[in-house]
């Protein structure tokens, strides 16, 4: 994925147009949130007897798999907006309160993050 | 104009359902966690419930093991030298005037009442003595053999008609009954000891009280209540229920109650409690 982005930057959306790199941005969503929700997965699996509210896992997870999923959508018609100088602010109102969200959910991951919520290693 | 409302509000729209969704689908996911940690902390309590099933198996066993070894050293070596000492004392005896020869019979008695000690004590340590009399005569000869030491007195009485238990669970129960003569004998300074052993049809009633100074069960610390643990411990490792009722200044009562009928965790197969013998 990185090497891709590097090819993207230079030869497929090149930086210096000023294209936003949908090309890699989309995957990276798409693989983010397979990854959460892999680790949803994992944590069904192998649950540990902590409550799950104090974990900082799980809300840093939920974090990305909101971000995830909710930016796909953008991402993917982000430069649409551009070529068609689609100026609609509800755009812009969408990603402020997905960035609030997402740091609020971040925020709430760092708060939880003590050793004393840890168990069996996790 | 109408257009772009529409669309924005067909975004909106979708927007709510989708995170109404996500929402509903972390909700479900926390859920399903605790409902997972729930399973696992239950099967946690039943295997350890288990070990210490196991463990405590395992201690019994070592247990008898090593009273049997005391019991046959008892036996075969102590009493035997002691014998021989009787042996000796009376051939002495023979060739002294009556003054020296009166304390060398009385030696000859003590040594003789040393023997017969012994070998009480010997039976009373013995699986297989406790398994082929059966609970109810153990009992009896243990408390005629405390009896006689005069250190305190002890009454045995039996209701209903007596009825095996299998020989693990008696040898159990008979243990339990030393572990809280030993107690009252060690700790509570009490003079008398009654045992009550209630025989019914679907229910061993085993009572053991004593006049001591009695104690508080909630002071006691790890080292002086795990003799009374072990107590409760191998009265449910033999399906029954162990209580133990103390105040200070008012004696110990344990109750022991045993459904003869229900499938105890012991094996009661074989002659010795060893199972790998």
Redesign the interface.
Known sequence: MALFAVVNAFYLQPYYNKIFPSYVMIPTVVLLASFSLLL?KQ??LY???VN??KQSVFWYN?AI??FS??MFLNFCLINYYSEHNIN?P?VFY?WSFIEIVLNLLLGISILTDKKSTYANGV | MPT?YSD?GT??LL?GV??AF?TGS?IY??V???N??LK??QEQEKLEAEFRQELLQSQVEMQEQTLEHISKEIHDNITQVLSFVKLSLGTIGNTLDDVKKAKIYESRELVAQTITDLRDLSKSLSFEHITSLGLSETMQMEADRINKSGVIEVTFTQEGAAYSLGGQRELVLFRIFQEALNNALKHSGAKHFKILLQYHPDLLNLSLEDNGSGFSPKKLDSKTGSGLRNMENRAVLIGGTASIDSSPGNGCRIQINLNPLKQQFINDGGPHPNRFS
């Open positions: 949803f944590m069904l649950p540990v007897q799950i509210i939920t798999l909101f999923t909710t609609n509800i969408f | 772009v924005i975004a909106v927007t989708f995170f996500l972390v996911f926390v399903l966690y605790r997972r940690q696992n902390k």
